[in-house]
C-alpha cells in the first residue's frame, strides 16, 4: 500500500503562493494519475486538481486559473497562487482511483488569513 507525504503548508495572507509537494512510496507514479484533495473544517474531502501520466491535467472550478498541478518522477506538485480564504483546509495527495481501503497521508495544511 502506498504511503504519502505532503509538505509545503503554511500560514499566508490573502493573494499569496504557497507550492504544496507529495512523495510517495513505491512506483505508484509511473501507474496512475495523481490528484490533490483538500477538506474544510466541517466540509467533505475534495478534488482539487489531477494529472494523469500524460499530463493532461484538470482542476475544480474553485481553483481553475489559480492552482497548477505538476510532477515529475518522484513528486507531485501543486503550485497555488492568489490564494483566498475559502482554500483554507487540510490538502492531501492520493492516486487516482482511490485504492479500495487505501490510506491517505497526514496532509499539510494551509490557512490563508491576514
Known amino acids: 500500500q502506498a504511503l504519502f507525504v505532503e509538505s509545503g503548508g503554511g500560514l499566508v495572507q490573502p493573494g499569496g503562493s504557497l507550492t504544496l509537494s507529495c512523495a510517495a512510496s513505491?512506483?505508484?507514479?509511473?501507474?496512475?494519475?495523481m490528484g490533490w484533495y483538500r477538506q474544510a473544517p466541517g466540509k467533505q474531502r475534495e478534488l482539487v486538481a489531477d494529472n494523469t501520466r500524460d499530463g493532461i491535467t484538470n482542476y475544480a472550478d474553485s481553483v481553475k486559473g489559480r492552482f497548477t498541478i505538476s510532477r515529475d518522477n518522484n513528486t507531485v506538485y501543486l503550485q497555488m497562487n492568489s490564494l483566498k480564504p475559502e482554500d483554507t483546509a487540510v490538502y492531501y495527495c492520493?492516486?487516482?482511483?482511490?485504492?479500495?481501503?487505501?490510506?491517505w497521508g497526514q496532509g499539510t495544511q494551509v490557512t490563508i488569513s491576514s
Open positions: 513505491g512506483n505508484i507514479f509511473h501507474i496512475y494519475a
Open positions: 492520493n492516486r487516482i482511483p482511490l485504492a479500495p481501503g487505501g490510506s
